[in-house]
């Protein structure tokens, strides 16, 4: 496990490397942490013409921003993510797009951006495909959309590990215990809850989080981030149903989840930490569940939510 200390922040966001014949590095972290993900690589003894793999379990900016200088530096090396996500890591203006909208001021104070990486190194994933490490060692990449469509989980069968990227949570030092991920524009909770039976149903010896590392016992921890995202999608269906727009749903939910279940930090005054906050506050999963109850109400229900409060 890497850590980009995003934002000079350490513990929060991860990446994974792989080591054997055919290195294969999970997550490249986001554009302005590039040459920290890089450093380690090269501390690891990989040469540019060593990496043969990179896998992104989504193509948030925080996983695959980058992954244009990690493939630049590594030539070799292909770069495998979900068939939704694979045309927009050749062309991001539409990704970015969405991003600044979700990430405001942080897009370029936190993230930065994503270079694009030529066609003919992408390659978009199905369910079930292996990626070989060398040796008869693979890893299985597991479809796992409801925080995004374009969500892979990343299976070691020889070791049991499985990556969830974003898929069961979030969970960082000094922001309480694990919480759901809800961002705009994809959330859709009936997924997300199929993906977490489908990663217990791999029976994982360890489930790792990109933010940030190992959790408990797998099927606890499953078990766990089931029942604390049905408690914030409730508590969302209680507000919008209500009909209160966007502002109450912020509020309602840092009402609710702020003191008993964590992220003290984001209703703190007195922590200001911009990273901590970016994964602590209530405005990104808040503006995801606004925007999947209004989906959920049909076409005419859509509109707004898409960007923060
Ligand atoms: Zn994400």
Known sequence: MVDTRLGGVEHVNAAFLFEG?????????????????????REHGLGPDDLATIVLTHI?????????ELAAAFPRATVICHRAGARHLIDPTRLIASAALVYGPALDGLYGRLTPVDADRVVAADDNQLVDLGQGRRLRLVESPGHAKHHLGVFDEASGVLLVG??????????????P????????????????????????????????????????ALGEAERVLRDWCDEAERV??????????????????GAAGGAAVAVDPAVRNPVLHEFTSFESNAAGLYRWLQGRAGPEGRGGGTTRA
């Open 21 to 41: 014949p055919q290195p294969c590095l999970v997550e490249t972290g986001a554009q302005l942490t590039a040459d920290v993900v890089l450093a380690a690589l």
């Open 240 to 257: 919008v149903g209500r009909g209160e727009g966007l502002d109450h749903l912020v509020l309602a939910l840092a009402e609710r989840f």
């Open 166 to 179: 974003d898929a069961v949570g979030i969970q960082v030092p000094g922001g309480g215990p694990l919480r």
């Open 181 to 220: 991920s809800t961002p705009p524009a994809d959330f859709d909770r009936d997924l997300a809850i199929a993906s977490l039976h489908r990663f217990a149903a791999l029976q994982p010896a360890q489930v790792v989080l990109s933010h940030y590392g190992p959790v408990g016992e797998p099927q606890a």
């Open 60 to 68: 948030h900016l925080d996983h695959g921003g980058a992954v244009g």
